[in-house]
Nanobody, 122 residues
């Protein structure tokens, strides 16, 4: 699965953005997807996941209640609606194929694709 994330930008605190991740490949509808992010000087961290059917989601505590993940398997797209953005949400956001491994959602492989920059000003 090839992945291309977009939709990032500069927004004021309290604002909203919607990220999209377009996927190519016939297997998209059978894989779990997730969003990770990486802030300057920090390690990549898990944000949210959605299972292949779209019925099950899992959020990091830091974004719960503010972010919503969804997917459209007919269009091969996964979305991340981000509301009530905070300066600490500033990061490059990546969509990846994920699996539940060792009690955590983890990238299924080493492929990250091109991320999209989100910058939240205070």
């Amino acid at each position: 699965v090839q992945l291309q994330a977009c939709g990032g930008g500069l927004v004021q605190a309290g604002g909203s953005l919607r990220l999209s991740c377009a996927a190519s490949g016939r297997t998209f509808s059978s894989v779990n997807m997730g969003w990770f992010r990486q802030a300057p000087g920090k390690e990549r961290e898990f944000v949210v996941s959605i299972d292949w059917s779209g019925r099950s989601t899992y959020y990091a505590d830091s974004v719960k209640g503010r972010f919503t993940i969804s997917r459209d398997n007919a269009k091969n797209i996964v979305y991340l609606q981000m509301n009530s953005l905070k300066p600490e949400d500033t990061a490059v956001y990546y969509c990846v194929v994920v699996n539940w491994i060792g009690g955590r959602w983890r990238p299924a492989n080493d492929y990250w694709g091109q991320g999209t920059q989100v910058t939240v000003s205070s």
